[in-house]
């Protein structure tokens, strides 16, 4: 069975600091997905990784993928207020239908002035 | 602005009575996907769907829960009866699969309550 864990599940920075959230994943897979839930909200589609050391970035959020070691990384640099939100990372098997993803418990992430 | 639509938005019902939510996926997505979120359990997968046909339902309670696609613009998730323990958001997303690519679009979501 796939799981998923990120850490941390809670994290309160202040404005202009760096972080960031790991996400772990338990058997093989080359698919990688951020979303962000705002509260009350539906799930954003962040970032989709596709292969190892694979990099995106955009504005202040990066993310990075490690297959051997199953793991990504989401960098959050110089946050600010605006990115408070729940961050997911799901994993997609690697089976022949190719769709089901699997998620993290998720990450909330609160930004203080 | 092709977006996954759900309804409806909010539903507050008594237990014991049948509940039907409704997605429309977004034109020329092959795959539809159902979860649930509850603060206990996350996001779970209840259902998907590719080019119509379940491709698997095993996420979901197979005595009270159902999910069709009777054609390619609507799928449905229906709940009969339904208990208080289902009171949750339920989240529709549709995709293009393009080999083994793509991404899911996540609807508004249906948040039910079950008294």
């Known amino acids: 069975e796939l799981k998923v864990e990120q850490n941390p599940l809670f994290l309160s920075m202040q404005e202009g600091k760096n972080y960031t959230i790991y996400c772990n994943y338990s058997?093989?897979?080359?698919?990688l997905y951020w979303y962000r839930q705002d509260p009350g909200k539906s799930l954003e589609s962040l970032f989709v990784l596709l292969s190892n050391g694979a990099v995106k970035q955009e504005g202040r959020l990066m993310a990075s993928l490690d297959t051997k070691a199953r793991l990504s990384t989401l960098h959050i640099t110089a946050a600010v207020h605006d990115l408070s939100a729940t961050y997911f990372c799901?994993?997609?098997?690697?089976?022949?239908?190719?769709?089901?993803?699997?998620f993290g418990e998720g990450t909330q992430l609160t930004v203080n002035p | 602005d092709a977006r996954v639509t759900q309804t409806p938005r909010h539903k507050v019902t008594e237990m014991g009575q049948e509940v039907t939510m409704r997605c429309q996926p977004i034109l020329g997505h092959n795959t539809v996907f159902w979860y649930r979120q509850t603060m206990m359990q996350g996001l779970e997968l209840l259902a998907y769907f590719r080019n119509r046909a379940p491709l698997d339902d095993s996420g979901m309670p197979k005595d009270r829960f159902s999910a069709e696609m009777p054609d390619a613009t609507l799928a449905t998730l229906k709940i009969q009866p339904s208990e208080p323990r289902d009171s949750a958001v339920y989240f529709c997303?549709?995709?293009?699969?393009?080999?083994?690519?793509?991404?899911?679009?996540f609807g508004p979501g249906t948040r039910l309550t079950v008294t």
């Open positions: 799901a994993v997609a098997r690697r089976e022949t239908s190719g769709s089901r993803l699997t």
């Open positions: 997303a549709s995709g293009l699969v393009l080999g083994q690519v793509h991404e899911q679009y």
């Open positions: 058997t093989t897979s080359d698919r």
